[in-house]
């Protein structure tokens, strides 16, 4: 009979500590959000877009992500490119410094593809609106 309590009361120190370690983790080691987020948050809660601007933000919307997710495509290949490089190579030879620029080629392209989607979205807005978005852009890049 003892044997089960204690079996029992180690189930429930295992899955109090698995809760609290997963608390702990959301609560202290969550990821910053990447700008985007927080400037999409800005419009659809600070901002108070109307519909005709809301519907235009909607299609910049869907070019941006088919368009990132195809940068993202080419950088999951890239990384297989380096992978293969590395195995070959065992070294930073000729092949990995290849794979190492189309990476960041890639990423460049995904910075340039951002930021164009960024002024797209702010193209959209009206000067006092635009205004709070330009600070907000600032704060977020700057912290």
Do not use: C
Not at 112 to 125: D, G, N, S
Request: aromatic share 6%; charged share 30%; no cysteine.
């Amino acid at each position: 009979m003892r044997d089960w309590r204690r079996l029992l009361l180690l189930v429930l120190m295992t899955f109090t500590a698995a809760i609290a370690g997963v608390v702990i983790g959301r609560v202290y080691v969550v990821p910053e959000r990447p700008v985007e987020n927080e400037l999409h948050e800005l419009f659809h809660r600070d901002l108070k877009i109307d519909a005709a601007q809301n519907a235009r933000l909607e299609s910049i919307e869907r070019r941006y992500a088919i368009r990132r997710q195809e940068l993202e495509a080419e950088q999951r290949s890239n990384n297989v490119r380096l992978a293969e490089a590395i195995e070959a190579e065992h070294g930073y030879g000729p092949r990995v410094a290849a794979a190492v620029d189309r990476s960041h080629q890639t990423m460049g392209e995904l910075q340039k593809v951002t930021l164009e989607h960024i002024f797209a979205m702010r193209a959209t807005l009206r000067p006092d609106q635009a205004a709070k978005f330009d600070q907000a852009v600032v704060k977020a890049l700057t912290r």
